[in-house]
């Protein structure tokens, strides 16, 4: 099955692709490897929330935000090389915009890493890092990079 029909079975819209927001591009590829840039929760051209997690943000929405900046990041990846060319997600980093406090960003970026293992099964086990950090850009909870490669 192919990557945009099992997306299609998951009732998940891929969406358009979020315009940078200063110099850089969504997504690049060297050989056969595509880095995305961070993506932060856009959501229909707008941030879902702002604000720390463990604040204002609970761990449960940003858990939720991260599963958007995922979704942001393959739009990245499928505009770029089309989706269906990947053949695995080989990592993801996500940061976490935390409270003084808050040491939950695992289970916030879990939010973006199932995901992918529900698209890509297998081939969505990817390395991983999640860090806690103090802002990220527009005030955004979560933001997420992944790197995938790609057929040939």
């Known amino acids: 099955m192919s ?25 690049s590829r060297t050989g056969n490897l ?4 961070g993506q932060l929760p856009m959501v229909q ?12 943000v609970t761990a449960e929405q940003a858990k939720e935000l991260a599963r958007a900046c995922a979704l942001n990041a393959l739009a990245a990846v499928d505009a770029l090389v089309g989706l269906d060319n990947v053949v695995r997600v080989v990592k993801v980093v996500g940061f976490v915009a935390s409270a003084p406090g808050f040491t939950g960003q695992p289970g916030v970026v879990n939010g973006a890493s199932e995901l992918l293992g529900e698209i890509f099964g297998d081939a969505g086990q990817h390395a991983r890092s999640a860090v806690g950090v103090v802002a990220l850009p527009l005030d955004a909870p979560v933001e997420v990079e992944i790197i995938v490669e790609v057929a040939g």
């Open 3 to 27: 990557h945009l029909a099992r997306l299609a079975e998951l009732g998940i819209v891929l969406p358009s692709v979020v315009p940078p927001v200063a110099a850089y591009v969504p997504a």
């Open 34 to 37: 595509v880095f995305t840039s």
């Open 45 to 56: 051209g707008a941030m879902a929330h702002i604000g720390l997690v463990g604040g204002p």
